[in-house]
């Protein structure tokens, strides 16, 4: 016999041997394989791949039988999730020896179920150590799988609530935290379409307000019953739809159509009397949605539910501010009309006093110029001039200055107004000249004498609001006069201790009652009928109040009234300002002139005083001949009339600095200045405002003011 013959005969014998082994052990598998509820198989892998055994359990576990299994060798590779299976040839390739397991695969399953399973496997090999088969069990452990999988996803579901719950408390806008829902959802579910959707009950209709998953513009979709989303709102629970293939009633979002939703579900989004939305998750492959699920979405609607319902309150809320604050506004002007009524009221009450002494003040001016023009000899004798016209100035300085009083009278206090040092006694003082009408002429005229005294102490100065205090003594003073109908006094008394200065305004008129004492300062409360408003007192109290001060009322019906008010010496709240005094000053140089204004009087007083101090000055009686000799000269200041007829001095001080910005433009009115000042934007390009009437030291000291800011 060959060598060749002997050892094929060996390798032969070898074979059958093998065959005869993995016989007996097949037949010994199937002895206990058979009613196993585990898969149990031997797989041979040499000399030809082919499953000698797989156990009924398969058909249970995997849905493909035996027989399916003995007729494609492969088929077990095939039905294994992709990752799995290339793990699977990864291992079997580089590590056989880890096949023994346990190994834990997912397999698709006959009916498209996946299925978890825990694998331990024997390795056989040939006595040349070639691994020839492998005999296993396999064990569903998907029940095991889904339960840890589903705490798994309770954990992060929870965790995604109580981040979403942690930003709605710290008040993240409202489109933002709808945002963070849609993708903390799909994230914590594993599902692909997320979206969120208003309900607008007056338009029946579902506003499509955030989403993820796919690109969407503004969509909007009816709220009756034909959608899904719809369906939800209506219903107000929450609507499954495991498979939307086999669902003919209820249609999807239209722009999720083209993505094959196969799954969803939907959940209204409670409201106190009506749904505020619907939260939805869509997804592209079935899915049967547990409790789970349900609980999680549930959550998120209560918490955005409660976002929504806030930003509702918060927009309700910003609303009635706005109202609140439009009312306040109302009423701060009705107020202030109701405070400049009342001053108006007693200017009226005052305006034949008023007139009385304009006429007193003009008396001496027209009687004396008019004997100086009509007797040369007059006009000759030197000192009779000055004795005249000394009389003459003093009688344009009382008109002045009754002018004057009435601008303080009739002045409001400016918001934000700073208080400023002031003397209470020279208040006081002002106070009684500018009321001299109401306590004097008027009652003079009635044969009512009426005697207002001054008692007034050494007392520091304070810082204060000058219009505001004087305006409350007046109050005081004409109140104290209407309660002397048939004439008596009044008297106005200061004195000061270490911290206060105290101020006693006290008549001898009819009194009060002790309820009209307890109400007389409260605002609209008065005993004067028609004739008065109530508002009087209540303002002197305010302004008392204002001044960090005290108010308190004696009086006694038939005896009279004293009004004790206390003020402090050292403000604690209120924003004061410290004032500089001004000297009178004089330039050195002599500058070139610009004056412009329509009154020919004022034009010649003006240029006189000009001229008195060396200046050259060019006159114009109108602006548009102001801005014309301003092109044709050069000019080192100008200064310019405000009420013009054809430009307002406003209106040419605009044009001037926009050809030359640094020419200082000094604007002189006859006007308040809070009356005169309308042209805002154009009043900028002012460098001084100076009131009527003007004399000589008011005009040095502004123009030395105006050139000392003149750029060098």
């Known amino acids: 016999m060959e060598m060749g013959d002997s050892f094929k005969e060996n390798q032969d014998s070898i074979k059958d041997s093998m065959e005869i082994l993995l016989d007996q052990n097949t037949k010994r598998l199937k002895i206990f394989a058979e009613n196993a509820q585990d898969i149990i198989y031997r797989y041979r892998i040499l000399p030809q791949k082919k499953f000698d055994y797989v156990s009924p359990a398969s058909t249970i576990i995997l849905g493909y039988t035996p027989e399916d299994h003995y007729k494609d060798p492969n088929l077990w590779s095939a039905i294994l999730y992709e990752q799995d299976r290339l793990l699977f040839h990864t291992i079997q390739k580089q590590s056989p020896e880890l096949l023994k397991g346990p190994l834990i695969l997912r397999w698709k399953t006959k009916e498209g179920r996946v299925v978890w399973t825990e694998q331990r496997n024997n390795l056989i090999y040939d006595s040349k150590k070639n691994l020839i088969a492998v005999e296993g069990i396999i064990r569903d452990i998907t029940i095991q799988k889904l339960a840890e999988q589903e705490i798994k996803n309770q954990a992060m579901q929870q965790a995604v609530i109580l981040d979403l719950n942690r930003q709605a408390l710290q008040g993240l806008n409202l489109s933002d935290l709808m945002d963070s829902c849609v993708v903390m959802i799909s994230q914590a579910m594993e599902i692909e379409y997320t979206h969120i959707m208003e309900y607008f009950p007056e338009k029946n209709i579902l506003s499509l307000k955030s989403y993820y998953g796919w690109t969407a513009g503004d969509e909007i979709i009816a709220s009756d019953q034909s959608f899904h989303v719809s369906y939800a709102l209506q219903s107000k629970t929450p609507i499954i739809v495991s498979d939307f293939s086999q669902e003919n009633r209820l249609g999807i979002l239209p722009s999720l159509m083209e993505f094959g939703i196969l799954s969803g579900m939907s959940i ?49 809320l910003e609303r009635m501010a706005k109202n609140l604050e439009n009312a306040l506004e109302e009423n701060k002007s009705i107020q202030e009309q109701i405070i400049q009524k009342e001053r108006l009221h007693a200017l009226g009450q005052m305006a034949s006093g008023i007139v009385h002494d304009l006429n007193n003040a003009l008396a001496p001016i027209i009687g004396l110029t008019e ?43 400016q918001a934000g107004e700073l208080f400023t040092r002031v003397n209470i006694n020279d208040l006081i003082t002002q106070t009684i000249n500018i009321t001299q009408p109401k306590w004097k002429s008027i009652p003079e005229s009635h044969n009512i004498k009426i005697e207002v005294k001054k008692d007034l102490h050494e007392i520091p100065e304070i810082y204060g609001n000058a219009v505001e205090l004087r305006e409350a003594f007046t109050n005081l003073l004409c109140n104290a006069v209407d309660a002397l109908p048939e004439g008596g006094f009044v008297i106005f008394h200061t004195h000061a201790d270490e911290q206060n200065i105290f101020i006693e305004v006290r008549d001898n008129g009819t009194g009060m009652s002790e309820e009209v004492r307890k109400k007389c300062l409260e605002p609209f409360y008065t005993t004067k009928g028609l004739k008065g408003t109530g508002l009087g007192l209540s303002m002197v109290y305010g302004s008392v109040q204002r001044h960090e001060g005290d108010i ?44 412009v204004d329509d009154k020919e009087n004022v034009l010649v007083v003006m240029s006189e005083y000009l001229a008195y101090d060396g200046h050259s000055v060019v ?94």
Do not use: H
């Open 371 to 413: 004997l100086l023009l009509k007797s040369s000899q007059n006009l000759e004798d030197v000192n009779k001039v000055a004795y005249y016209l000394e009389w003459i100035k003093t009688a344009a300085q009382d008109g002045v200055d009754i002018v004057k009083r009435l601008q303080n009278f009739y002045r409001a206090r």
């Open 552 to 595: 308190t009322i004696i009086s006694e019906l038939g005896k009279g009234t004293a009004f004790l008010i206390t003020l402090p010496k050292e403000l604690k709240k209120t924003v004061i300002q410290k004032e500089e005094q001004k000297q009178e000053e004089l330039l050195p140089e002599k500058m070139n002139i610009l004056v």
């Open 268 to 316: 209204a989004i409670p409201g106190i009397k009506q749904p505020l939305g619907v939260l939805s998750v869509n997804s592209s492959q079935k899915r049967n949605y547990n409790k789970n699920d349900i609980q999680f979405l549930q959550s998120i609607v209560n918490m955005l539910s409660i976002a929504i319902q806030r930003k509702e309150t918060e927009i309700k």
């Open 619 to 712: 006159t114009a009686n109108s602006a548009s001949q102001g801005l014309s000799l301003f092109l044709a000269n050069e000019f080192d200041l100008v200064i310019t009339d405000l009420a013009m007829p054809d430009m307002n001095g406003d209106e040419m001080s605009f044009k001037i600095k926009k050809l030359s910005p640094d020419t200082p433009i000094i604007l002189i009115t006859g006007f308040d200045k809070e009356i005169g000042t309308e042209g805002k934007e154009k009043q900028m390009y002012v460098d001084l405002f100076l009131q009527k009437p003007v004399n000589l030291s008011m005009l040095r000291n502004s123009i030395v003011e105006v050139m000392k800011k003149k750029p060098r």
